[in-house]
T-cell receptor, first 112, second 115 residues
Framework: EDQVTQSPEALRLQEGESSSLNCSYT??????LFWYRQDPGKGPEFLFT???AGEEKEKERLKATLTKKESFLHITAPKPEDSATYLC?????????????FGKGTKLTVNP | DAEITQSPRHKITETGRQVTLACHQTWNHNNMFWYRQDLGHGLRLIHYSYGVQDTNKGEVSDGYSVSRSNTEDLPLTLESAASSQTSVYFC??????????????FGPGTRLLVL
């Protein structure tokens, strides 16, 4: 069964303190790995898609990387507005469907 | 701007009642999805559709149904609401251009409480 595990469950950082969130997965034939940001009371907001090991994508203070077994979301010099829950999801061949399997998320709090 | 909307945003109902949650997207996406989100679980897929008249069961489909009569809408119906269906429900859509890695875009969610 395809599984996605995110760690840590929660992370508290001081403003400017860089860190990384982890998403490990066990799927056969990864088609894509997605990162989303979710603010309280809102729907997930798309951040990145990674397709193959070695790929990296950046957006402002965020950089996502992908290996054959895991992905990291690196946060450089975070600001309080980066506080949110970050969700990881993977897509694997399932009869041609586009179904995603989500992890439980990492709740990030950045203190000023 | 194109968007995806859900209504109502909040709903309180009683056990045994039928409830319908609406999802409307203006992107003209072929693919639409319904998820539920609960503490201790990731987003879990309820039903999905790849086009008009197409519906498929997801991971947690028992007690739910959907119908797709046009491209823009995928209403989710709880046939007889149960307390276990208290949750936050999210609708999502994605384009279908033959590329299976199309990104899913999510609505704002509906918070449902079943008493």
């Amino acid at each position: 069964e395809d599984q996605v595990t995110q760690s840590p469950e929660a992370l508290r950082l001081q403003e400017g303190e860089s860190s990384s969130l982890n998403c490990s997965y066990t799927v056969s034939g990864l088609r894509g790995l997605f990162w989303y940001r979710q603010d309280p009371g809102k729907g997930p907001e798309f951040l990145f898609t990674l397709y193959s090991a070695g790929e990296e994508k950046e957006k402002e203070r965020l950089k996502a990387t992908l290996t054959k077994k895991e992905s990291f979301l690196h946060i450089t010099a975070p600001k309080p507005e980066d506080s949110a829950t970050y969700l990881c999801a993977v897509q694997a061949p399932q009869g041609g469907s586009e179904k995603l399997v989500f992890g439980k998320g990492t709740k990030l709090t950045v203190n000023p | 701007d194109a968007e995806i909307t859900q209504s109502p945003r909040h709903k309180i109902t009683e056990t045994g009642r039928q409830v319908t949650l609406a999802c409307h997207q203006t992107w003209n996406h072929n693919n639409m999805f319904w998820y539920r989100q609960d503490l201790g679980h990731g987003l879990r897929l309820i039903h999905y559709s790849y086009g008009v008249q197409d519906t498929n069961k997801g991971e947690v489909s028992d007690g739910y149904s959907v119908s797709r009569s046009n491209t823009e809408d995928l209403p989710l119906t709880l046939e007889s609401a149960a307390s276990s269906q208290t949750s936050v429900y999210f609708c999502a859509s994605s384009e279908s251009s033959g590329d299976p890695q199309e990104t899913q875009y999510f609505g704002p969610g509906t918070r449902l409480l079943v008493l």
